[in-house]
């Protein structure tokens, strides 16, 4: 089984910054593509960012420029940096992993997922 472990979340200001981590245990997720997704309070779902196996990263408009995902593969962790959080960023986060390609359009298909982390930030 993969499991995987967000932390990382909190309450912020408007403007201030914060770095998620998802940790992966019980098989090597650096074979994995990961990626992140978060749910929004009206129960929008929205792919954030994702990672290949090798760095390459690919981001949604909405965080383009002001979040960077990271990995590093020796310790099974990939992160996402988000620096000018603005209170439309606020939602659960959450992480994910595939052998295959995860795009950011769907995720109804994507082999694990973790609990979740929540990020709020407040004007």
């Known amino acids: 089984q993969v499991l995987l472990e967000e932390s990382g979340g909190g309450s912020v200001q408007a403007g201030e910054s914060l770095t998620l981590s998802c940790k992966g245990s019980?098989?090597?997720?650096?074979?994995?593509?990961m990626a992140w997704f978060r749910q929004a309070p009206d129960n929008s779902r929205e792919g954030v960012a994702v990672?290949?196996?090798?760095?390459?990263?690919t981001y949604s408009d909405s965080v383009r420029g002001r979040f960077t995902v990271s990995r590093n593969n020796a310790a099974y962790t990939v992160y996402l940096q988000m620096n000018d959080l603005k209170p439309e960023d606020t939602a659960m986060y959450y992480c994910?992993?595939?052998?295959?390609?995860?795009?950011?359009?769907?995720?109804?298909?994507?082999?694990?997922w973790g609990q979740g982390t929540q990020v709020t930030v407040s004007s």
């Open positions: 990672i290949d196996v090798v760095g390459g990263a």
């Open positions: 019980g098989y090597p997720t650096n074979f994995f593509y």
């Open positions: 994910a992993a595939d052998r295959n390609v995860i795009h950011l359009e769907s995720s109804d298909r994507i082999a694990h």
